[in-house]
Nanobody, 124 residues
Framework: QVQLVESGGELVQAGTSLRLSCAAA????????MAWFRQAPGKEREFVAT????????RYADSVKGRFTISRDHTKNMMYLQMNSLKPEDTAVYYC?????????????????WGQGTQVTVSS
């Protein structure tokens, strides 16, 4: 089993920055891709960003492209999401996810392990 624990969520003002972290523990596989998803109140969970094991390749949702940066340190089993120029519409619970495959995916059903989420609230 793989355990994922997110941290870093908090209440911030629009226009500011925040960095989320995801720590992975347990039986991890070196080639796993990872991702961030988010779920706003009353909405379905949506894809935010994904990254390969090496960190060389990544993909972003159009809504965050240019503002968010995903990264990972596989030597520490950590993944990060740097969020800049935050907007009220970024308010959501952010989830860390991991899949037992190398390829990137923006599809929720492709991920095998999920964290409990961390709340990000952006005030206007």
């Amino acid at each position: 089993q793989v355990q994922l624990v997110e941290s870093g969520g908090e209440l911030v003002q629009a226009g500011t920055s925040l960095r989320l972290s995801c720590a992975a523990a347990g039986r991890t596989y070196e080639r796993d891709a990872m991702a961030w998803f988010r779920q706003a109140p009353g909405k379905e969970r949506e894809f935010v960003a994904t990254i390969t094991w090496s960190g060389e390749n990544s993909r972003y949702a159009d809504s965050v492209k240019g503002r968010f940066t995903i990264s990972r340190d596989h030597t520490k089993n950590m993944m990060y999401l740097q969020m800049n120029s935050l907007k009220p519409e970024d308010t959501a619970v952010y989830y860390c996810a991991r899949r037992r495959a190398f390829a990137l995916s923006a599809q929720e059903q492709d991920y095998d392990y999920w964290g409990q989420g961390t709340q990000v609230t952006v005030s206007s």
